[in-house]
């Protein structure tokens, strides 16, 4: 991740409330997303987060 974005992906993390977290993204066969109760930054160089208890949709 070039620098000049880490502190908009420290920004936007800083802000996500405690809770469900729905993670929405494009794949060939079209949009998916998943659900889960565990997302946390383990690092902003390289851009790392952590999941856990997801469930596919």
């Not at 930054?41 to 208890?53: C, E, F, R, T």
């Amino acid at each position: 991740m070039d620098l000049k974005y880490a502190g908009l992906f420290r920004e936007v993390l800083r802000r996500l409330p405690i809770g469900v977290t729905f993670l929405s993204y494009l794949t060939d066969s079209g949009p998916s997303g998943v659900t889960g109760n565990l997302f946390t930054s383990v690092s902003l160089i390289p851009p790392l987060v952590q999941k856990g208890g997801f469930r596919s949709e």
